[in-house]
């Protein structure tokens, strides 16, 4: 069983900065890949990032890629989102979530959910 619980959301203008952290519970951490999705209201959960289990390959939507950056500190069993250049269009609730493998691929299953965190970014 792995816990994962989400902090850092707020509201933020558009083209400010925020930074998102899941904390993972479980001594599997470094051996699972790890995620974050989005959902806005009214629409569907989305893909926002992955990154494998060692931190070394990292995957992005096209919507965010260049303005978020995930990593992770498997010593920590953090995983981090930095995002920048926010807009209006990334308000949403970012869930953090952990894949069944140590690496991640298109179609890959994803196991435990956190609770998410709502980002808000105003015009």
């Known amino acids: 069983q792995v816990q994962l619980v989400e902090s850092g959301g707020g509201l933020v203008q558009a083209g400010g900065s925020l930074r998102l952290s899941c904390a993972a519970s479980?001594?599997?951490?470094?051996?699972?890949?790890m995620g974050w999705f989005r959902q806005a209201p009214g629409k569907e959960r989305e893909f926002v990032s992955a990154?494998?289990?060692?931190?070394?390959?990292?995957f992005y939507a096209d919507s965010v890629k260049g303005r978020f950056t995930i990593s992770r500190d498997n010593a920590k069993n953090t995983v981090y989102l930095q995002m920048i250049s926010l807009k209006p269009e990334d308000t949403a609730v970012y869930y953090c979530?952990?894949?069944?493998?140590?690496?991640?691929?298109?179609?890959?299953?994803?196991?435990?959910w956190g609770k998410g965190t709502q980002v808000t970014v105003s015009s």
């Open positions: 979530a952990s894949y069944t493998g140590r690496y991640y691929y298109t179609g890959a299953l994803n196991d435990f």
């Open positions: 990154v494998s289990g060692s931190g070394a390959s990292t």
């Open positions: 479980g001594r599997t951490f470094s051996g699972k890949a």
